[in-house]
């Protein structure tokens, strides 16, 4: 999977704005992932607060409209 955005349109006005490179790139999820050092997450319960109580989830979900 990609995820574009588009270049930025940096149009030098000034020296600051032609010395700065371009902001917004378009990487492959796997090449940022990469870069990042982080991987697929294995067990979704890796991702759940321990302090979170079940009032509060469902409280979230609820909000979520689920």
Known sequence: MNIHVPQSPVGGHSDLT?????FWVTKPVDELA???NVAPVAD????SLPSLT????SAFMEALGR
């Open 54 to 57: 079940a009032d509060e989830a």
């Open 44 to 47: 979704i319960g890796e991702l």
């Open 18 to 22: 032609r010395q700065l490179p371009d």
């Open 34 to 36: 990469d870069e990042q």
